[in-house]
């Protein structure tokens, strides 16, 4: 299973995030359960970013919302990076 890291400032971004955005936080709190149990799950959308991002993956949330990531296979983890909309993210 993969481990998810919360670093403390992607913790301040979820607060407001789930603040703003109360209606999708069954959908938020989904997308979490599958990066642990199948990453590459395609509802996910997983996949690697480029120019400035390039080091970072993308996450679908829903159709509006998205979740950079670092993805970390070999250690199996991955680190939230940042949430919002696909302008906010990228």
């Known amino acids: 299973m993969i481990k998810i890291i919360y670093s403390g400032p992607y913790k301040k971004k979820e607060k407001k995030f789930i603040k703003n955005h109360p ?4 959908q938020y709190e989904k997308t979490f ?3 642990e149990m199948n ?3 395609p509802s996910l959308r997983l996949h690697k970013l480029t120019g400035k ?3 970072l993956y993308s996450v679908s949330i829903n159709i509006t ?3 950079s990531i670092e993805f970390i296979i070999q250690e199996d983890q991955i680190i939230p990076v940042d ?3 696909h302008e906010e993210v990228y």
């Open 23 to 26: 209606d999708i936080v069954g």
């Open 33 to 35: 359960k599958l990066l």
């Open 39 to 41: 990453p590459y799950h």
């Open 53 to 55: 991002l390039s080091d």
């Open 65 to 67: 919302y998205r979740l």
């Open 83 to 85: 949430i919002g909309t």
